[in-house]
T-cell receptor, first 115, second 111 residues
């Protein structure tokens, strides 16, 4: 596809459950980013991949959050033992590379609701 | 997490009016970006700024990278109804990696 795609678009789960959120970056983009956007706030950085490796995971809030990108393309954000405070829109972005001028293009996000 | 100071928080203006919003940071940034987000969508890049003092236009939008590297503003001239949405500033301190976003300015335009 032409842009970043994310699935599912909406996910409702119960407290304590495990969820996986998927991101398909723009073809050929080597850098991939995950952000979390709470209501009324700007996106907040979670983790960034350059290729298959996590170059910076300093934004992950705790060890319940984990992300992978095994083949350097699709990425999955995994949240264990979900809590109500995890409810937010999870945005994925990709860029051609990770240097200056390689700007990030965002997907539509996955809205996660934890009941 | 860290966020930029963006103002105003919201604006309600008449179609045809000009709009101005700004963003400040306590840290120096090497890149300033402005995004627009519509409901249910991800942010869309409007303007990117890479040098202190740089002034860049994109149609009716003009943005500037502050000389101190700690601020930026976005102007929209002759607003139209489709300008409605939430505008975010974002900064990047290094040459690569994550963006730090403001809380957004919600723009409403009355026809």
């Amino acid at each position: 596809g032409a842009g970043v795609s994310q699935t599912p678009s909406n996910k409702v789960t119960e407290k304590g459950k495990y969820v996986e959120l998927r991101c398909d970056p723009i073809s050929g983009h080597t850098a991939l980013y995950w952000y979390r956007q709470s209501l009324g706030q700007g996106p907040e950085f979670l983790i960034y991949f350059q290729g298959t490796g996590a170059a910076d995971d300093s934004g992950l809030p705790n060890d319940r959050f984990f992300a992978v990108r095994p083949e350097g393309s699709v990425s999955t954000l995994k949240i264990q033992r979900t809590e109500r405070g995890d409810s937010a829109v999870y945005l994925c972005a990709s860029s051609l590379g990770s240097g200056v001028y390689n700007e990030q293009f965002f997907g539509p996000g996955t809205r996660l609701t934890v009941l | 997490g860290q966020q930029l100071n963006q103002s105003p928080q919201s604006m309600f203006i008449q179609e045809g009016e000009d709009v101005s919003m700004n963003c400040t940071s306590s840290s120096i940034f090497n890149t300033w970006l402005w995004y627009k987000q519509d409901p249910g969508e991800g942010p869309v890049l409007l303007i990117a700024l890479y040098k202190a003092g740089e002034l860049t236009s994109n149609g009716r939008l003009t943005a500037q990278f502050g000389i101190t590297r700690k601020d930026s503003f976005l102007n929209i001239s002759a607003s139209i109804p489709s300008d409605v949405g939430i505008y975010f500033c974002a900064g990047r301190g290094g040459s690569q990696g994550n963006l730090i976003f403001g809380k957004g300015t919600k723009l409403s335009v009355k026809p």
